[in-house]
């Protein structure tokens, strides 16, 4: 079973994190480990490749990023946990369709624990529930490793989702995981999302890396 390491970066800037994760992907070597990188953001709208600015409706205070995954904008705060897999899927044989699907499924494997049920669609990435949409992703593959990754709404405002065309699609509803279920606190139900994501990939759980990446280190 393969192994892979997790960093937990606690609640970060999202400029200093892309620019991280984009620096540890291009200098990372032939064998060097696969991570998992755990943040929340402070309020901010990303805005993908395939981005319109037709879709920022009032985005205010809040500020945009421009970023290089695909998709179109979400919007990131406290109370969502985000995760970044940054995995050398050509040297592990994972096809970006089954990470996608290994994403989107272990959001659903985490509500269905909690008696929640919910789906991906194949034409709309992400996992919605009764039409209302709980977590986000966004991917970018360089030379075979990615970077992005999946946000899920646990226990957040979601007010400033109105200021945008969430992904592109007009009066799109949100929902979190605090709406659904009683059983909602973030920790635990990251520590969870991380154990089905590793399973449905075929890894170990994580193994934990106390130390910040260097970029990181580097801004601290």
Not at 173 to 202: P, V, W
Not at 203 to 218: I, R, Y
């Amino acid at each position: 079973m393969r192994s892979w390491w997790r960093r937990d970066l606690g609640r970060r800037a999202y400029a200093p994190v892309y620019a991280a994760m984009k620096a540890w992907t291009t200098a990372r070597t032939a064998d060097a480990g696969d991570e998992v990188w755990v943040v929340e953001h402070p309020p901010v709208f990303t805005q993908g490749l395939n981005g319109k600015a037709e879709h920022l409706l009032a985005t205010g205070d809040i500020p945009v990023v421009a970023v290089d995954r695909g998709g179109q904008v979400t919007y990131h705060g406290p109370g969502q946990i985000v995760v970044y897999p940054l995995l050398d899927i050509e040297r592990a044989g994972i096809g970006v369709r089954t990470l996608v699907d290994a994403l989107e499924g272990a959001v659903v494997d985490l509500l269905a624990a909690r008696g929640v049920a919910a789906c991906a669609k194949p034409d709309a990435p992400g996992v919605y529930v009764d039409g209302r949409k709980i977590a986000s992703l966004g991917l970018r593959v360089r030379r075979g490793r990615c970077y992005h990754g999946l946000a899920v709404n646990i226990d957040m405002d979601l007010a400033p989702f109105q200021r945008i065309n969430p992904c592109g699609y007009a009066g799109l509803q949100m929902t979190q995981l605090s709406e659904l279920c009683d059983d909602f606190a973030i920790q635990k139900a990251t520590n969870e999302l991380l154990h089905y994501l590793a399973s449905r990939l075929g890894f170990a759980d994580p193994l934990p890396l106390s130390e910040l990446p260097t970029a990181l280190s580097e801004d601290a």
